[in-house]
């Protein structure tokens, strides 16, 4: 089975742009959250998706948003980025049961100018 | 917060067993504790996970303390590939799909 995949893996915005990126799960996961990795604040979760529906959310600002397509593929948008949020963007994917393990994909770096 | 404490870093021999240890003092009985690495700016990999028994898989072992309390991640020949964060996160069997994640321990092998 192919991993879970991500794209782009590097991007470079400026402040005030938007961003979109992407996250295509491990086939038959229905579920994919999503975290932010900084040098700062470490690993943190920012939400996940279940069925095409925001199950979980993290402590986030509403310029952190993301969706859920009905094939599990999920994208998460950020706006009016900021310096801060450049980061190392990750997906994590798995069947959606409260037991059932997380796989991540590679990441995608964003870095805010 | 992440539940649990691990020490910050680690050395370890190529070829020799890697023993990290975790300590979850609060963990609860619907708790598992889950182990994943992430090599320099990779996403974290998978290691392995339990509830209460040791548990063994083709990468790794698990030893979880009679009480549940602590934990030690054996990478039984370790190698220069291993060198890596490894991060101990106890998550509810019944709870969200949201891991927390602590500092970690950062091992290096050495050759």
């Known amino acids: 089975k192919a991993g879970v995949t991500q794209t782009p893996r590097y991007l470079i915005k400026t402040r005030g742009q938007q961003v979109t990126l992407s996250c295509s799960p491990i086939?038959?996961?229905?579920?994919v959250s999503w975290y932010q990795q900084t040098p700062g604040q470490g690993l943190q979760f920012l939400f996940e998706?279940?069925?095409?529906?925001?199950?979980n959310k993290g402590n986030f600002p509403g310029r952190f948003s993301g969706r859920q397509f009905s094939n599990s593929r999920s994208e998460m948008n950020v706006s009016t980025l900021e310096l801060g949020d450049s980061a190392l963007y990750l997906c994590?994917?798995?069947?959606?049961?409260?037991?059932?393990?997380?796989?991540f994909g590679p990441g995608t770096r964003l870095t805010v100018l | 917060d992440a539940k649990t404490t691990q020490p910050t870093s680690m050395d370890c021999a190529e070829g020799r067993a890697a023993n990290l240890p975790c300590n979850h003092s609060?963990?609860?009985?619907?708790?598992?504790v889950y182990w994943y690495r992430q090599i320099h700016s990779q996403g974290p990999q998978y290691i392995i996970h339990g509830l209460k028994n040791n548990e063994t898989n083709e990468m790794a072992s698990l030893i979880i303390t009679e009480d549940r309390k602590s934990s030690t991640l054996i990478l039984p020949h370790a190698t220069l590939r291993d060198t890596a964060v490894y991060y101990c996160?106890?998550?509810?069997?019944?709870?969200?799909?949201?891991?927390?994640f602590g500092q970690g321990t950062r091992l290096t092998i050495n050759p």
């Open positions: 996160i106890v998550k509810e069997i019944q709870g969200a799909q949201k891991l927390v």
């Open positions: 086939s038959g996961h229905r579920s």
């Open positions: 998706y279940f069925s095409e529906t925001q199950r």
């Open positions: 994590a994917s798995s069947l959606g049961g409260a037991g059932d393990t997380q796989y």
């Open positions: 609060t963990i609860s009985g619907n708790e598992y």
